[in-house]
């Protein structure tokens, strides 16, 4: 088990983003459970399962790209005791740009005394494409 403490899933929170903003792979697996069931889905990749299969991902994200800076807003948590999801919109900037938006989830549970990850998730936000097509059309389309 990793020797970094977090008091609050929050902090965790905060560690995991820090790890990604400064590309620092034993930060990032500090914040990762060490539970099998741990799972990280990157943008338009397939589901990773375990904390060697994350490493490797972590690694190879970190040394391939640029240095990336994210803004987190419109958070949703829902928590309890040893259990908390944050549902959260990732604003990511690169060299100044702002690159991408992304919506994640992420998932934390209480062991051993401290909040680790066992979920990240996340998807590119979608653009609002229904809204546009719905300006075109002369009729209101139900889509169910």
Known sequence: MSKCKYLTPQEAEEAFYLAIENADLTAMMAVWSEDDATVCIHPGAPRLEGRDQIRDSWLEIFESGPPMVFSISDERITEDSHLAIHLVREEIVVEGELVSVMLSTNIYHRTKGSWRMM?????????????????QMEEPVVLH
Not at 119 to 135: A, C, G, V
């Open 119 to 135: 979920l990240h998730h996340s998807s590119p936000e979608p653009e609002p494409l229904l809204e546009e097509f719905d300006l």
